[in-house]
């Protein structure tokens, strides 16, 4: 059993003091705590379970875990241990749930208020899906999307539909996408979707299907609730529904990590991250003002790729006074982080720089 407010068994490995435990499915990685070079560790990688974790015995043999593969020109049933054979692939890329920043939004969105922290930059290592895709033959005739079905057991006595976890992706996005079954280095953990979960780089957390036991194309979105009205940017006040965005892929953004409280004045670092989704991150502009003024921040430590974070740094000189601290992020293709995004109904994809600020008091 949990603990009241501390860590749920499933999650009992991950470092508490890193995390803000929003509830036992939803828990996120405090804003200094993400990591300063590049990558975040596995400990303080943020959690959301839209239903209960599977049993950890799905992982004991992660080999013998089974994926059914339809949609293709020869359909079947493979284990990890057989897909495996086709191909590996390795990336880092930023998961981020689609609420990441609801917490900003001062509508009263409804769900985790999630802060800066349910994201993250990890090394995913897995099988590339356009290898399984081939061996198989290729996608069927005039397939527009990827399905990927989630390996929850649901309870009698429910309409499947209205609470499992089901995405469709166009199915362009399964050139990067692969089955992930390591983690920075270690077998995927369950609490992260072991033994293997679909990543799909650039795109937002929720299409990144845990304990996947689906893979499908096909022309028709998935009939899930999570998909049908779920995850979908509407105006305040009105239902979900087919014909709006669903979350797919991310936008640009970035937030300062360091210093989050009195540095002392003098020479200090400010640092943080930024990414772009799709795209790679071009440039980091800082602002000690609140964006009256702008100064260009520089990237620094390893480019793991367009789909990673990169960290960036400003030094600055900082007399007793307060600041106020924001960061805005630039993508190769020329977006720009807006400075305010505007609210919607479930409160998803907040990226405004002025809402990321922080206020630092130097004494
Ligand atoms: N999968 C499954 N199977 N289940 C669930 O619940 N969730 C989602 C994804 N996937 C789920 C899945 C979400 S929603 C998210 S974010 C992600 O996942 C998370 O991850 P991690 O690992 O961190 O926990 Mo929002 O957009």
């Known amino acids: 059993a949990a603990q009241e407010g501390g860590l749920p068994d499933y999650a009992a490995w991950k470092d508490a003091d890193a995390l803000i435990i929003h509830s036992r499915n939803t828990m996120e990685t ?9 990558l975040t560790a596995s400990d303080r990688l943020f959690i959301r379970n839209n239903l209960p974790s599977p049993d950890a015995s799905i992982t004991a043999d992660p080999d013998a875990w089974e994926i059914a593969i339809e949609g293709v020109a020869r ?16 990336e880092a890329s930023v998961l981020q ?21 349910a994201a993250g930059c990890v090394i995913w290592t897995g099988v590339p899906v356009a290898a399984i895709v081939e061996a198989m033959g290729g996608p069927a005739e005039g397939a527009t999307l990827m399905t990927s079905t989630g390996g929850e057991t649901l309870p009698d006595g429910v309409d499947p539909a209205s609470i499992m976890v089901e995405r469709s992706v166009p199915i362009a996005a399964h050139a990067h996408a692969m089955i992930a079954f390591e983690m920075n280095g270690a077998p995927l953990p369950l609490t992260h979707g072991g033994p293997a979960r679909v990543v799909i780089p650039g795109y937002y ?8 036991k689906r893979l499908a194309f096909g022309t028709q979105e998935s009939g899930a609730k999570i998909q049908t009205s779920g ?36 020479r200090v670092q400010i640092h943080g991250v930024a990414f772009a989704g799709p795209e790679r991150a071009s ?52 977006s720009v982080q807006p400075e305010d995004f505007p ?4 409160g998803y994809g907040h990226n405004g720089w002025r809402a990321h600020a922080v206020e630092l008091t130097v004494a």
């Open 30 to 38: 405090k804003r200094g705590a993400v990591g300063s070079g590049g």
């Open 75 to 90: 359909p079947g049933t493979m284990t990890l241990g057989q897909l495996k054979r086709l191909g590996v692939t390795s």
């Open 97 to 117: 749930c689609s609420g990441n920043g609801r917490g900003f939004f001062t509508h009263g969105a409804s769900g985790s208020q999630w802060l800066t922290g």
């Open 205 to 212: 957390g929720v299409n990144n299907v845990k304990y996947v």
């Open 231 to 266: 995850y979908r940017v509407r105006p305040v006040g009105e239902g979900g529904a087919a014909s709006q965005p669903s979350m797919w892929d991310m936008t640009v953004k970035s937030w300062v990590t360091h210093p989050l409280t009195d540095p002392g004045s003098g």
């Open 283 to 334: 440039g980091v502009a800082v602002s000690l003002d609140g964006g009256q003024s702008w100064e260009q921040a520089r990237f620094y430590g390893p480019d793991l790729g367009r789909f990673a974070w990169r960290s960036f740094v400003m030094e600055a000189d900082l007399a007793p006074g307060v600041y106020a601290v924001a960061s805005r992020a630039t993508a190769e293709g020329g």
């Open 343 to 346: 609210p919607n109904e479930r």
